[in-house]
T-cell receptor
């Protein structure tokens, strides 16, 4: 069975600096999808970025980018120019193409932005 | 689009009472998911539907929990009777079939059972 591990329960970063959140996963599949979701204090889960395993290029969305290392089964999220509004819980998630769209979730990392 | 709509946003009830949570998915989405989030257990998938049909309810904790989707625009999650350990935030999410899919979450319902 697939698993997702986020080893950093909490991270903090100075405003305007860069921070990287780690995520590793375990799977025997060669094709799959990976996601980062953000959950601010409002509680709503918001999709930040997604990556398809068959694509070599790392996904990027404005200040958010991923470092996808397929061989190492690593999927880290880099946030550049951190802003106060980035403060939230960040969840990494995995989806198998054979899973009927179920997501497997990591435990989350709490990101604190220091002004 | 209004996004996924959940009601109520907060619910406080007493042990033994029936609780009904409601969800309206995004129009055109054919998958609907119910999740529960607690500090201890994180985010747990309870049940999901495809085209209004329950596909996998293995995450439903026990028979006190039931979920229905009578049509494409409405779903309910019912707890009867409720217990204090059911206190959590319950999320509904929807998605449309395709590659890659993305689940869009509602704002959640915070349930407190006294």
């Amino acid at each position: 069975a697939q698993t997702v591990t986020q080893s950093q329960p909490e991270m903090s970063v100075q405003e305007a600096e860069t921070v990287t959140l780690s995520c590793t996963y375990d799977t025997s599949e060669s094709d799959y999808y990976l996601f980062w979701y953000k959950q601010p204090p409002s509680r709503q889960m918001i999709l930040v970025i997604r990556q398809e395993a068959y694509k070599q290029q790392n996904a990027t969305e404005n200040r958010f980018s991923v470092n996808f290392q397929k061989a190492a089964k690593s999927f880290s999220l880099k946030i550049s120019d951190s802003q106060l509004g980035d403060a939230a819980m960040y969840f990494c998630a995995y989806r198998s193409p054979n899973s009927n769209y179920q997501l497997i979730w990591g435990a989350g990392t709490k990101l604190i932005i220091k002004p | 689009d209004a996004g996924v709509i959940q009601s109520p946003r907060h619910e406080v009830t007493e042990m033994g009472q029936e609780v009904t949570l409601r969800c309206k998915p995004i129009s055109g989405h054919d998958y609907l998911f119910w999740y529960r989030q607690t500090m201890m257990r994180g985010l747990e998938l309870l049940i999901y539907f495809n085209n209004n049909v329950p596909i996998d309810d293995s995450g439903m904790p026990e028979d006190r929990f039931s979920a229905k989707m009578p049509n494409a625009s409405f779903s309910t999650l019912k707890i009867q009777p409720s217990e204090p350990r059911d206190s959590a935030v319950y999320f509904c999410a929807s998605s449309v079939a395709g590659v890659p899919d993305t689940q869009y979450f509602g704002p959640g319902t915070r349930l407190t059972v006294l």
